[in-house]
């Protein structure tokens, strides 16, 4: 039966509140099962490094028989009858989610650090935060807790099912256990969807905290589209070798990483981006693709996130190169509504709940 949150979330000294981290990433779209199942023989693989501009997710009361969603981000809300909310609106999602809890009488309020639409994994973070919030509540109801795996495979799922399979796994691991971690998709396996290595430890993850640069490009990105249309052209046979060669660079890129050869590991990010510019031509903005090529020119690699069309380019090289980028892409960024850079460092810390 439905349950009601509205008096026990009015009885609560405070909201609950949780948080995770969004993501930047080399390897993206590989994390599709339409892609990683029928080739999963070539080991396909995502590098993430979770970031520091983390995603909020507040519970509060609200009126019983009914959920509201909002979100200061997007200035709006919606709120409908628990079992008229659609799972296709704006919010969609985050009805979809009170639907599986079978929870109403509640407001699910967003917040986010890093901008809407921004290729950083935003709204696989707030379902990872809202499932972590919801677990909270379970455990005040008297029931089991939801473990972190579980939280991820649930926040997925749902994802996937709202969008009609065109979801990866990727985005929801960053936010989940935070990190920079090397991820081997294994969806043939029933038990096991993927394998996460975590290819820097926190010392490492300062270290290359200091060698990225982040810049949000003014415009926003619409990832749904841009996959599908990646993933149509991969079903019919037209770019699958030139996947299987991307794959490649990354599992490179990651052993680079892991042994903190941060020079190479830029390298593997312009030679990703080369391959990238024939597989997916639609990624490259005029604003994207000038900011690449100045970080090209100043000694970095550099890659949009997630699908690009918009949204987020990062940048890596040693320290010294990164802080002429960063003066660079700062003077690019100023002719831009929106754009600029997003300051931001590695988040060793995944989904939790704020004290």
């Known amino acids: 039966m439905p349950k009601s949150l509205e008096s026990l979330l009015k009885s609560l000294e405070k909201p609950i509140t949780a948080s995770a981290p969004c993501r930047i990433d080399s390897g993206g779209t590989w994390d599709i099962k339409a892609l990683a199942l029928p080739l999963e023989g ?39 009858p628990f079992d008229k909310a659609p799972f296709n609106s704006q919010f969609g999602l985050f009805f979809a989610i009170a639907s599986f809890f079978r929870f109403h009488g509640l407001e699910i309020e967003i917040r986010s650090t890093s901008p809407v639409n921004a290729g950083l994994g935003g709204s696989s973070t707030a379902a990872v935060a809202t499932v972590k919030a919801f677990s909270v509540v379970k455990s005040l ?4 807790g939801i473990k972190k795996k579980d939280i991820l495979y649930l926040a997925y799922h749902l994802e996937d099912a709202v969008n009609g399979g065109m979801c990866g796994l990727q985005d929801q691991g960053a936010a989940v256990f935070g990190g920079v971690n090397k991820w081997s998709w294994n969806y043939s396996k029933r038990e096991r969807l993927f394998t996460r290595e975590s290819i820097l430890d926190e010392n490492g993850q300062r270290e290359i905290s200091k060698r990225i640069l982040v810049a949000y490009s003014g415009r ?14 991969f079903l019919r046979g037209e770019t699958r070798s030139g996947w299987i060669e ?22 593997e990010l312009i030679e990703e981006v080369a391959i ?29 996130t997630g699908a690009g069309g918009g ?24 002719g831009t509504k929106k754009g600029g850079i997003l300051e931001c460092n590695v988040d060793p810390i995944g989904v939790r709940v704020l004290s």
């Open 42 to 80: 070539v080991d396909p693989i995502t590098v993430n490094l979770a970031i520091n501009l983390r995603t909020y997710v507040t519970l509060l009361p609200y009126k019983s028989g009914w959920v509201r969603i909002s979100s200061d981000n997007f200035d709006a809300q919606e709120a409908y």
């Open 141 to 144: 109801l008297n029931e089991n």
């Open 220 to 233: 926003r990105h619409l990832s749904a589209r841009i996959n599908r249309l990646w993933i149509e052209k």
């Open 246 to 267: 991307v794959n490649k660079i990354v599992n490179r890129f990651a052993l680079h990483i892991k042994e903190r050869r941060w020079d190479k590991g830029a390298q």
């Open 276 to 304: 990238r510019k024939k597989l997916t031509p639609e990624a490259f903005t005029p604003i994207i693709t000038r900011l690449i090529e100045e970080s090209e020119k100043a000694g970095c690699g550099a890659r949009f």
């Open 311 to 334: 949204g987020t380019v990062w940048a890596l090289g040693e320290i010294d190169t990164i802080q002429r980028l960063r003066e660079i892409w700062a003077h690019i960024l100023k």
